[in-house]
């Protein structure tokens, strides 16, 4: 038998679809198409002559899709007081309250 099954203790991760993964070494020399894959039922890695390549490949290919970040919002300033300073003209009650506040006559 040219093909061995590796079992991990800490176990493999599982391929997007949820299938178990399973790391194969086959034994046979690199020129004759040996070495390290991970598989599983629906996707394999290609074959690699060190373990742990096959490994992080597999992980790689198997990684969990990033979760765009949510746009920042703006801060917002709920200490900020806003006058009214358009030159536009001014209803008179307003404006005999803002001549008084300023000491007119």
Not at 70 to 92: C, G, I, K, R, T
Request: aromatic content about 2%.
């Amino acid at each position: 038998m040219t093909q061995k099954h590796i079992s991990h203790p800490e176990g493999l991760p599982n391929c997007a679809a949820g299938h178990r993964a399973r790391h194969i070494h086959d034994l046979r020399g690199p020129a004759a198409g040996g070495g390290h894959l991970v598989e599983c039922a629906c996707s394999s890695t290609k074959k690699h002559a060190n373990a742990d390549t096959a490994l992080a490949a597999w992980r790689r290919m198997n990684k969990p899709p990033r979760i765009p970040r949510a746009p920042a919002l703006p801060e917002v300033a709920d200490n900020v007081v806003q006058f009214n300073l358009s030159l536009a003209e001014q209803p008179a009650g307003r404006r005999k309250a803002a001549g008084v506040a300023h000491g007119s006559r």
